[in-house]
């Protein structure tokens, strides 16, 4: 049988997994299973019932037809011609400053009153247009039976994995899991890891305390060494009254983290010395969730007794290999006493008596307090506990030279703040994909223990810089792509040839498949095909395929994609000068629009509508002297008045479109409507894509809550009151199921959704934005617009967007070897059954992370293999395949899968698993899950990995030793606990942006950059070294710049010399400088250069013009700047990083117990 025919009998997307129970999947087309819904794609396994284009009947005369339905009007009052009247010499906007379009009833043309029609005047001139008026049919059957898409579906709020029942249950199994003492402080034999050295941090950044042999085992092939954080830091642990409560453990501190002696630790103010531990317990506002101790009043002083003798607190003096450590502990530390304890191999307390928690959690035993007074608070040296700056810097220095050569399995790439080149040698860049382990472990039951989540974050078009190869373009002809028999699993580098090459195995299924006669190759001697190094296919983690018809809707080869620019010209957008704006920008932009490598113009044609209560669609066929206007006004029922002349080549209509685009400021200009629709706008823009039989982007500029009557009209249900409570959730749903259901017909059709708003007060972006969700769309939002301060951001925003690589109509699937499935997503997408991501658009910058379960054992020998597969319609309309393949190491130590983790991809993961949470459960019962999560993770780190013996202290696996104080960024950020000035729609719109984001997006987002600006070398194009985010770290005699992929802010302390302030701002005095600027003032001096470039470069890397900020110091909009100061305690009540740290100690603690 030939791949061709396979083809078609098993379409790309079509195939039932074998041998996974319960997890058939529909065959596209005609063969679905009973129960499932069908996919759109059915039309890839032949005809399928599907949308014919009406073809208007001749001479028919819509207006008449149709009365009710709209009305065509010309901008011309000429009203005796039923030829297409133009725009030319009559302005058509109303003299009267009402509404543009309008009622029916005046039309001159005298066809005929619409009754529907209120107003007597028609604005925009005659009917006059014989354009078709013909319906389209209603809907498109592509989906019957599909429900609600997954994003709406109010699903329980998932444990990552049963947890277990209890502390210990958790204890008594991994006791079970336990490495001997020996073992688990030394890594696993090397013959365990198939990481490469390169994937190993360097040995620098062991703390091997001299003489405790507890680390030593990590040398520099084998793995980093744990991070330890010394107990002694008295972990948050809340006093409750009436019993004593020990916090210290004694001599637990492990170089590097020592925290200062006891005496000089009272310092800071912050640190109620009436706690022995450093301000556990007292957070502020919402407590930590998670904490299960409902006593006291955190604040209470005094139920903390017994510390450990202020000799025995002592900071260790760090030991000589402690190179890696940040912040070694000031030399000023003598060695303290303390230390001989560790050397005895036991970092943490002796078991013995231990610190009272029994107040605290129901259960425990109550150990007693031990005698002494109590010691002076100590505090915990920031510096000594792990910091983000310093694994970027040493991962910059360490892996930013050598280029990633991505041909061995399960490599861990540099982090995403490391500037590194790609090779690809047979997997995946990571500029593709990227992992939360490269090491995963081979039995489930290995992975619940762990409850490290198994996922992959996929940009499947990702950018890539210049210096490196896009995927080479395959094309197999007629036969199309050689595919496994059953899986459908595309050729990769992974498949075996065997039989001399007739025939190859599947790496994904093991089936056996016979090579097709025109892919036939002989093997050489080590079983390799002689043409290895000649086809992409066999040879490369990333590349592509030209798509047969068989890949295609409904059997056709696609038309090009279309754009419609669909312009808000209600009250509000003309005011503020939005409207005028767009037009201008469109005129130039149109010449822009993505192109095919060498086509020498774009495929893409274009579209425009205007629209406040009706809406207006515009002729602008080339023939056409002047552009034409068709009104409809009953939005109840949308349907699009013209078909030939809506959708146009740039080139071919440039006058007509100019014109049109000079004419609607105008038109609109006194215009007094203040109501907008919004979902006929897309049902609009979606039948005229339809109607063109093509995918598409709609991109809507919208500015109001659309409160006029028509379909998915919504009301005001902004309800602040509800933070906290149990239907928060509701406030991130949306209102109607209207727009749901509208969207999937618009993935139906491969009609995506940029949507632009402008809003002026609450517009309810969880609703609108449901629509540009899961067609792959991006929503962008910019309140409060104001021409002055926001059009620069805007217009870059919007020259970016549509310029940018999009593909259509796409369709993503994940392939896994044995063992492991997909069985979770998380995007902009949406999903008809539980295997294919579908998006009628998806642009460069979009992510899609999946997660993976076992379903069966992995192999060490075999690994695990990934293999994505996206189907899109490429911007000239060609059909294709993007396949990225990605191989995994599989593990039967713990400690190789902690090893092998990435925090950043972690934590981009449980961001979107958390967001996603906030639909259908209340916001503390996400952030408990994610705390209790996370302290499983490390908890079972240290039962399973570190030593044994170091029970007190907190030990954190090097790869993870961010995950504290990253996790507590997502706790605090504003989906999951906002602060007073954070609005509903904010929070709805960080919460879609961050579910598409890649793994580099959100790491500055949660964990912002800052730059010392002052600090930053004016002769060199190297940025100055970023700083930890907390206040104490900024001086008041320098500037800063904080970035985060949204805001730029630039913060001047009050002492910064004037000529800088001269030099930055162009004003004498501090007080001078204004906080309106939107933009630094171009200067011409060194400095000035060197700040503006520094901030030119920032928004070149990132997706989104990034809004700038200035603020200065003890200004009030530092309230906001500090927001972003992640280390540091927050308004809303969120832990500062120490005071997280601790916490999270404490839970680790309370499982391992
Ligand atoms: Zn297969």
């Known amino acids: 049988m030939s791949v061709n025919q396979q083809a078609h009998t098993g379409p790309p997307y079509g195939q039932p997994q074998p041998g996974y129970q ?67 010499s009559l302005r058509a906007p109303p003299t009267s400053g009402a509404p543009p379009p309008a009622s029916g009833a005046s ?106 042999g507890l680390y030593t085992p990590y040398s520099a092939t084998q793995g980093p060494p ?58 502020p506002g919402p407590p930590l969730p998670g904490q299960t101790l409902a006593g006291p009043p955190s604040s209470q002083p005094n139920h903390v007794t017994s510390p450990p003798p202020p000799s025995a607190l002592a900071g ?31 970092f943490g307390q002796v078991r013995g008596p231990q610190p009272n928690y029994g107040g605290a959690y129901p259960g425990t035993p109550n150990y007693g307090s031990p005698p002494g007074p109590p010691p002076p608070p100590k505090r915990l040296d920031p510096d000594s506990i792990p910091s983000p700056i310093q694994v970027i810097e040493d991962d910059r220095s360490n892996r930013g030279s050598e280029p990633f050569v991505t041909g061995a399995r399960g490599q861990v790439p540099p982090l995403v703040t490391t500037n590194f080149l790609v090779k690809d040698q047979g997997n995946a860049s990571p500029r593709y994909i990227r992992c939360t382990s490269y090491n995963i472990p081979c039995t489930s039951d290995m992975a619940k223990q762990s409850q490290v989540p198994l996922a992959a974050v996929i940009k499947p078009l990702a950018t890539l810089p210049p210096e490196e190869t896009l995927p080479y373009l395959v094309d197999h002809g007629e036969s199309g792509p050689v595919r496994c028999n059953r899986c459908k699993a595309y050729m990769c580098p992974f498949m075996q040839f065997i039989e001399g090459g007739r025939r190859f195995q599947c790496c994904f299924c093991s089936c056996v498949t016979e090579v097709p006669p025109h892919y036939f190759q002989h093997l050489d001697h080590t079983g390799k095909r002689v043409d290895f190094y000649d086809r992409p296919e066999l040879s490369l983690g990333s590349y592509e395929f030209l798509a047969t018809v068989d890949y295609c809707k409904n059997n056709k080869f696609p038309s090009p994609p279309a754009f419609i620019f669909m312009i808000d010209v209600s009250y509000n957008a003309v005011k503020s000068g939005l409207v005028r704006l767009i037009c201008e920008e469109l005129k130039s932009l149109l010449d822009y629009l993505p192109r095919e490598g060498n086509m020498e113009e774009s495929a893409i044609r274009v579209g425009f509508v205007t629209y406040n209560k009706v809406l207006h669609f515009y002729n602008v066929k080339s023939s056409l002297a002047q552009p034409q206007m068709m009104v409809v006004s009953d939005v109840a029922d949308m349907f699009v008045p013209l078909l030939d002349g809506f959708l146009v080549n740039v080139n071919e209509s440039r006058t007509v479109i100019t014109s049109l685009l000079d004419q609607i400021p105008e038109m609109f200009a ?66 109607t199921s209207f727009y749901n259901n509208l969207a999937k017909d618009c993935v139906a059709q491969g009609c995506c959704v940029d949507l632009f708003l402008f809003p002026n007060q609450y517009l309810d972006v969880a609703t609108l934005g449901v629509v540009p969700y899961q067609t792959g769309g991006s929503i962008y939002k910019y309140a409060y617009f104001q021409l002055e301060t926001d059009q620069d951001r805007f217009l870059n925003d919007l020259r970016r967007d549509v310029q940018k690589e999009v593909g259509f109509d796409a369709v993503m699937r994940v392939r896994t070897s044995t063992g492991i499935r997909a069985t979770d997503f998380f995007g902009a997408f949406y999903m008809s059954n539980t295997t294919d991501v579908e998006m009628a658009g998806l642009d460069c910058d979009k992510t899609i992370t999946v997660e993976f379960k076992h379903d069966d054992k992995l192999s060490e020998d075999s690994g695990a293999l990934l293999q994505c597969a996206l189907l899109y319609t490429s911007c000239a309309g060609q059909r294709r395949l993007r396949i990225h393949n990605l191989s995994l190491n599989c593990c039967t130590q713990l400690a190789d899968l902690y090893r092998n983790c990435e925090t950043d991809t972690l934590i981009n993961y449980l961001a979107k698993y958390a967001y996603r949470g906030v639909l259908s459960s209340p916001v503390k ?182 809004k700038l900020i200035i603020v200065k110091q003890e200004d009030k909009l530092e309230m906001l700047f500090k927001h972003f100061l992640v280390e540091d305690k927050s308004l809303s009540g969120g832990a500062s990083y120490v005071d997280f740290l601790c916490h999270m100690h404490k839970e680790i603690r309370q499982l391992l117990s």
């Open 107 to 212: 039309h001159p043309s005298g066809h005929l009153a619409y009754s529907q029609f209120e107003h007597g005047d028609v604005q925009n001139g005659i009917p006059a247009s014989a354009a078709p008026m013909q319906r389209p049919p209603a809907s498109q059957p592509f989906l019957p039976g599909s429900g609600s898409t997954p994003v709406s579906q109010p699903s329980a709020f998932q444990q990552y994995g049963p947890p277990p029942a209890s502390v210990q249950q958790l204890s008594n199994h991994m006791a079970g899991m336990t490495i001997g003492t020996a073992t688990a402080s030394a890594p696993p034999p090397a013959g365990l890891g198939y990481g490469p050295p390169t994937s190993v941090p360097p040995v620098s950044g062991s703390f091997s305390p001299p003489g405790s």
């Open 22 to 88: 319960g997890y058939q999947q529909p065959a596209y087309g005609g063969q679905s299973l009973p129960g499932v819904p069908r996919s759109q794609y059915g039309a890839y396994n032949g005809p399928m019932p599907e949308y014919q284009q009406p073809v208007p009947p001749q001479g028919y005369f819509p207006s008449l037809g149709f009365p009710s339905k709209g009305s065509p009007v010309s901008f011309n009052s000429d009203s005796s011609s039923l030829a297409p009247n133009f725009i030319g």
């Open 226 to 283: 744990p991070t330890s954080v010394p107990q002694g830091l008295p972990v948050a642990q809340p006093p409750f009254p009436g019993q004593t409560v020990s916090t210290q453990r004694l001599p637990t501190q492990v170089p590097g983290f020592a925290p200062p002696p006891p005496s000089t630790g009272v310092g800071p103010s912050s640190y109620p010395p009436t706690t022995g531990a450093p301000r556990p317990p007292a957070m």
């Open 925 to 1106: 019962t996400v952030r408990d899950a994610l705390i209790n999560q996370c302290a499983q993770i490390l908890a079972c780190y240290r039962k399973n990995c570190a030593s044994p013996s170091s029970a007190g202290q907190l030990i954190l696996p090097e790869c993870m030793k961010l995950l504290p104080v990253y996790l507590n960024c997502v706790l605090k950020s504003d989906v999951l606990q906002p602060g007073p000035e954070v609005t509903t729609d904010d929070r709805a719109y960080i919460r879609q942006l961050v579910t598409s984001m890649d793994v580099a997006e959100t790491n500055v987002f949660f964990y912002p950059r800052l730059l010392p600006l002052t600090k930053a070398d004016v002769d060199s194009d190297s940025l100055p070294a970023a700083i930890r985010n907390s206040e104490e770290r900024l001086s008041k005699g320098d500037i800063y710049l904080l970035e985060n992929g949204l805001n730029i802010f630039v913060w001047v302390g009050v002492s910064v010399q004037q000529g800088l302030i001269q030099n930055l701002f162009g004003v004498s005095s501090f007080g001078q400088i204004s906080n309106t600027l939107s933009a630094l003032p171009v200067l011409e001096n060194p400095f000035s250069k060197k700040v503006r470039s520094i901030v030119d470069m920032l928004q070149g890397q990132r997706s989104r013009y990034m």
């Open 670 to 735: 006194d215009t007094r409507e203040t109501e907008t629709v919004f979902a006929p706008v897309i049902q609009a823009g979606l039948e005229a894509l339809k109607a063109a039989e093509c995918a598409g982007k709609l991109f809507i500029f919208h500015t109001s809550l659309p409160i006029a009557e028509a379909p998915g009209k919504l009301k005001n249900r902004d309800d602040r009151k509800l933070i906290n409570t149990d239907k928060e959730k509701t406030l991130f749903q949306p209102q």
């Open 316 to 346: 260790l003096h760090p030991g000589p290999p402690m190179s890696g450590l940040h912040g070694p502990p000031p030399p000023t530390h003598p060695p303290q006493p303390g230390y001989q304890m560790q050397q005895n191999g036991s």
